[in-house]
């Protein structure tokens, strides 16, 4: 069982920047690939991020490439997401996310085992 907890969303201003951390508990969190969504209101739930277990490998939806980077710090049980050139459009609820399929690094929902509660990011323009 992990547990996953968000914190570091708020208000900002577009160009500014932000630094989700994702605290899991649970001993084999550095077992666990790791993910960043967002999903704003109405819309579905988009993969933003992954990270392997290891953290040696990293992918990045074509519409935060460039922009924001995600790390781990499997000593501390956790997982960050440093949003960096921040648009209007970045606007959503945030939500950490833990994948059994440590090696890989998962894109869809679906492929992930646990979730956090989710943390709201604003940016205005």
């Known amino acids: 069982q992990v547990q996953l907890v968000e914190s570091g969303g708020g208000l900002v201003q577009a160009g500014g920047s932000l630094r989700l951390s994702c605290a899991a508990s649970g001993r084999t969190f550095n077992s666990y690939a790791m993910g960043w969504f967002r999903q704003a209101p109405g819309k579905e739930r988009d993969f933003v991020a992954g990270?392997?277990?290891?953290?040696?490998?990293?992918y990045y939806s074509d519409s935060v490439k460039g922009r924001f980077t995600i790390s781990r710090d499997n000593a501390k049980n956790t997982v960050y997401l440093q949003m960096n050139s921040l648009k209007p459009e970045d606007t959503a609820a945030y939500y950490c996310?833990?994948?059994?399929?440590?090696?890989?690094?998962?894109?869809?929902?679906?492929?992930?085992?646990?979730w956090g509660q989710g943390t709201q990011v604003t940016v205005s323009s």
């Open positions: 990270i392997n277990w290891i953290g040696t490998g990293t």
């Open positions: 996310a833990a994948s059994r399929r440590g090696l890989t690094i998962p894109r869809g929902p679906g492929e992930y085992d646990y």
